[in-house]
């Protein structure tokens, strides 16, 4: 209950195009969903979150769909660029104060020129 | 933003050597800390949950005398490899929980590559 299937594992899009990653969690007490955007040799980065009250959330090129009925949320890449290829995870977590993030199985993007 | 610290970004170290690994929060204080590990081409496995002033709390698996985790203040936790073997061999990483009034989310740090030789 407590897992995050991502999919998929690897993806290759050309540049302007619209990669799109999805998840799915067991575990309806999750109430916190955010994507970490990670480059070779670094730590993962907080890309965007959302919380399950809302459907949608955009920021900047990035966008998070969410269903809450379904138990599925998605990242979405508008207009992708060679700089977006790197290695995407969405997690998920209970809003309480110390608790874990359980991560996807993670996407690695290639974005070509 | 909030800011994560991690030293040292990569270190070598001889077999049977420990090794130190600092995580600081820059800009905000946290009372929870968390210590993964992750293998080539792979997700983030959670090893451990520091809280500072306790015990941190191992995953199933993680020797605890082998990953000494020190949570001794609101914005420094440590994590001392002991005894390295080539097997502990890997990039670890420290993310503190920032969800204070100021911060939302959950902060990495830059990772450290260990190599056991």
């Known amino acids: 209950q407590q897992q995050v299937k991502q999919s998929p594992q690897s993806l290759i899009v050309q540049k302007g195009g619209i990669p799109i990653i999805n998840c799915a969690y067991e575990n309806t007490a999750f109430d916190y969903f955010p994507w970490y955007q990670q480059f070779p040799g670094k730590g993962p980065a907080l890309l965007i979150a959302?919380?399950?009250?809302?459907s949608e959330k955009k920021e900047g090129r990035f966008t998070i769909s969410f269903n809450k009925s379904a138990k599925q949320f998605s990242l979405h890449i508008m207009d992708s660029q060679p700089g977006d290829s790197a290695t995407y995870f969405c997690?998920?977590?209970?809003?309480?104060?110390?608790?874990?993030?359980?991560f996807g199985e993670g996407t690695q993007l290639t974005v070509n020129p | 933003g909030a800011v994560v610290s991690q030293h040292p970004s990569w270190v070598i170290c001889k077999s049977g050597t420990s090794v130190k690994i600092e995580c600081r929060s820059l800009d905000f204080q946290a009372t929870t800390m968390f210590w993964y590990r992750q293998f080539p081409k792979q997700s983030l496995m959670l090893m451990a949950t520091?809280?500072?002033?306790?015990?941190?709390?191992?995953e199933q698996g993680v020797e605890k005398d082998k990953f000494l985790i020190n949570h001794a203040s609101l914005t420094l936790s440590t994590l001392t490899v002991t005894s390295a073997h080539p097997e502990d061999s890997s990039f670890y990483i420290c993310s503190a929980d920032g969800r204070t009034a100021l911060y939302y989310g959950y902060t990495f740090g830059s990772g450290t590559r260990l190599t056991v030789v």
């Open positions: 959302i919380r399950p009250d809302v």
């Open positions: 520091s809280n500072e002033g306790s015990k941190a709390t191992y």
């Open positions: 997690a998920a977590s209970i809003e309480t104060s110390g608790s874990r993030l359980t």
